[in-house]
């Protein structure tokens, strides 16, 4: 990467397990026992106040929700 991220690390359930704000490139973080990660811009987590422990709700994004025609 070229630029800094958060990385929060997610479990099966998509629990915030480990969240490391704005990690600069070349840095390297892990969970061991984290499923996956979700990588956002610098500064997302703490604008969205989001901390470990929350639980995360993805939901699809279709034509006729976003407004696009």
Do not use: N, W
Not at 36 to 45: C, D, I, W
């Amino acid at each position: 990467m070229k630029f800094a991220f958060d990385a929060m690390y997610l479990d099966r359930k998509r629990k915030v397990l480990k969240i490391r704000h704005a990690m600069v490139p070349g840095r390297i973080s892990l969970c061991l026992r984290a499923h996956s990660v979700l990588e956002l811009p610098a500064g997302t987590a703490q604008a969205t106040g989001t901390v470990k422990g929350d639980q995360l709700e993805f939901e699809q994004i279709t034509a006729s929700t976003s407004g696009a025609l």
